[in-house]
T-cell receptor, first 115, second 112 residues
Framework: GAVVSQHPSWVICKSGTSVKIECRSL??????MFWYRQFPKQSLMLMAT?????????EQGVEKDKFLINHASLTLSTLTVTSAHPEDSSFYIC???????????FGPGTRLTVT | AQSVSQHNHHVILSEAASLELGCNYS??????LFWYVQYPGQHLQLLLK??????LVKGIKGFEAEFIKSKFSFNLRKPSVQWSDTAEYFC??????????FGTGTRLLVSP
């Protein structure tokens, strides 16, 4: 099946700094990628939809200036958490959509800890 | 807004027991429904999906799910579980444009 990678798999940063997370579709082109957030023992919550070559669409309640999303190519989307705070600590998961079979493939996730 | 409910948060079964995990969604229109599995330390993987047609959907690894429109349900079943089925299972509904709304997940532990 299709493979989606995320980098880094985990990151620790200090409060006030910015962190960039990469999501890549390794063997297919994805015009659409999605970013989710998962809190401990909770479900995945969609943060935003990332479309190649256009601005991301954010879900209600997600600060677009805090969570910057860039989808510069058909295989790469990045999520930058700006001025991170401890409450941003979470597990961030991306998925990439294969338009041919209308299926999303998920990355392994990135655990962010803000100290 | 669409929502998904999974009633069983933790399920413990012995090997060879039958499994049924409940999933109910709230959405009155046409729905696309999914079950995903997350094995320990791994990423989410698609078990099966329903878009239209036969309401009984067969997926990978012997799993199946039945879409019952009148009950807004999409329960996951497996006749005989194995130890390797130990994982977390998520039901999801497509809220439009492939935006998935997930249930809270069910942790399944299968004892050998």
């Amino acid at each position: 099946g299709a493979v989606v990678s995320q980098h880094p798999s985990w990151v620790i940063c200090k409060s006030g700094t910015s962190v960039k997370i990469e999501c890549r579709s390794l063997d297919f082109q994805a015009t659409t990628m999605f970013w989710y957030r998962q809190f401990p023992k909770q479900s995945l919550m969609l943060m935003a939809t990332s479309n190649e070559g256009s601005k991301a669409t954010y879900e209600q309640g997600v600060e677009k200036d805090k969570f910057l999303i860039n989808h510069a190519s058909l295989t790469l989307s990045t999520l930058t958490v700006t001025s991170a705070h401890p409450e941003d600590s979470s597990f961030y998961i991306c998925s990439a959509s294969d338009q041919d079979n209308y299926e999303q493939y998920f990355g392994p996730g990135t655990r962010l800890t803000v100290t | 807004a669409q929502s998904v409910s999974q009633h069983n948060h933790h399920v413990i079964l012995s090997e060879a027991a039958s499994l049924e995990l409940g999933c109910n969604y709230s959405y009155g229109g046409t729905v696309n429904l999914f079950w995903y599995v997350q094995y320990p330390g791994q990423h989410l993987q698609l078990l099966l999906k329903y878009f239209s047609g036969d309401p009984l959907v067969k997926g990978i690894k012997g799993f199946e799910a039945e879409f019952i429109k009148s009950k807004f349900s999409f329960n996951l079943r497996k006749p005989s579980v194995q130890w390797s089925d130990t994982a977390e299972y998520f039901c999801a509904v497509d809220a439009g444009f492939q935006k998935l709304v997930f249930g809270t997940g069910t942790r399944l532990l299968v004892s050998p």
